[in-house]
């Protein structure tokens, strides 16, 4: 069993920035792919982001070039970089190990026009 908790969401203006975390516990070693999902109110999880255990990284086109995912396997945490956010990126954010199937909880996050 691995488990995730996202953290790092919040309120924020368009434009500005936010740091996501994902911190994975439990047989670890498992862990492979993750990805970074969000769901907006009334629309269905969609994928934003991906990172392979090896490093290499997919986005889907309306976060290219905004948000960046990287990794840290010595902390188990997988990151996600929001930059120049729009209103259009609230959504609760959740993290999902691919091995393992296991998600967090989500985290919110708004951006204000």
């Known amino acids: 069993q691995v488990q995730l908790v996202e953290s790092g969401g919040g309120l924020v203006q368009a434009g500005g920035s936010l740091r996501l975390s994902c911190a994975a516990s439990?047989?670890?070693?498992?862990?492979?792919?993750v990805g970074w999902y969000r769901q907006a109110p009334g629309k269905q999880r969609e994928l934003v982001a991906t990172?392979?255990?090896?490093?290499?990284?997919n986005y889907a086109d309306s976060v290219k070039g905004r948000f960046t995912i990287s990794r840290d396997n010595a902390k188990n945490t997988v990151y996600l970089q929001m930059n120049s956010l729009k209103p259009e990126d609230t959504a609760v954010y959740y993290c999902?190990?691919?091995?393992?199937?296991?998600w967090g909880q989500g985290t919110q996050v708004t951006v204000s026009s």
């Open positions: 999902n190990d691919f091995t393992t199937g296991s």
């Open positions: 990172i392979f255990k090896l490093g290499n990284t």
């Open positions: 439990g047989r670890i070693a498992s862990i492979g792919a």
